[in-house]
């Protein structure tokens, strides 16, 4: 199993303003996740950050609201560009363990609150 | 349009009693699912999955029943405890990719002593 440092753990943000966080796992990945959880809905996948190359945003999620960085096989970041109210949610980030029995970890998240 | 849908938000159960939470899926080419726990203030933890091969897989009080031809599927805990109330998250993925999984909402599950 993976496990998955996330910090912050929570903030309350200013809006206008930008917030990095930071994912740490104690394994190098090939593909390491971030996904948003808006209140009362489900975990959303943001995008996939790939080592040496750019991030792959789904669709609704765009590089210059949520620019990520993925400098090696075992660090990420997720920022969280000129934020609003809307902004406001918990963001996770994940990887992913193959082999028989697939499954997704996850760090802790980051509650983030736009005021 | 949720692929994975759990129409149930929130679930009320008596200690020692059965729990049973549901999740609809409309995507037929997903072959691979999984329940994750999460608590308040922490990520989601992987449970129990199913592999579309099988109608059901069983791992102490947890059982996961897959009906493919209702694109259904159900998580059962047997007997309920207050250390289950959580938020629990159905999930669904494709073999072919990555094992990326796409999520219901959630059921909130509340285990009264």
């Known amino acids: 199993s993976a496990v998955i440092s996330q910090k912050p753990s929570r903030d309350i943000c200013q809006r206008g303003t930008s917030l990095t966080i930071q994912c740490q796992v104690d394994?190098?990945?090939?593909?390491m996740f971030w996904y948003r959880q808006q209140p009362g809905q489900s975990l959303t996948l943001i995008a996939t950050?790939?080592?040496?190359?750019?991030?792959?945003?789904e669709s609704g999620f765009v590089i210059d609201k949520f620019p990520i960085s993925r400098p090696n096989l075992t660090f990420s970041t997720l920022t969280v560009s000129n934020m609003s109210p809307e902004d406001s949610s918990i963001y996770l980030c994940?990887?992913?363990?193959?082999?028989?029995?697939?499954?997704?970890?996850f760090g802790q998240g980051t509650r983030l609150t736009v005021v | 349009d949720q692929q994975v849908k759990q129409n149930s938000p929130s679930l009320s159960v008596q200690e020692g009693r059965i729990s049973i939470l549901n999740c609809d899926y409309t995507?037929?080419?997903?072959?691979?699912f999984l329940w994750y726990k999460k608590y308040p203030a922490e990520g989601p933890t992987f449970l129990i999955s199913?592999?579309?091969?099988?109608d059901k897989n069983e791992d102490g009080r947890f059982t996961v029943f897959l009906n493919k031809s209702a694109k259904h599927l159900s998580l059962h805990i047997v007997p309920s405890q207050p250390g289950d109330s959580a938020v629990y998250f159905c999930?669904?993925?494709?073999?072919?990719?990555?094992?990326?999984?796409?999520f219901g909402r959630g059921t909130s599950l509340i285990v009264h002593p």
């Open positions: 994940s990887v992913n363990q193959r082999g028989a029995h697939p499954e997704a970890f």
């Open positions: 394994s190098q990945v090939t593909m």
């Open positions: 950050a790939n080592q040496g190359s750019e991030a792959t945003y």
């Open positions: 995507n037929s080419m997903f072959d691979y």
């Open positions: 199913i592999s579309s091969i099988k």
């Open positions: 999930a669904a993925s494709l073999s072919g990719g990555s094992y990326i999984p796409t």
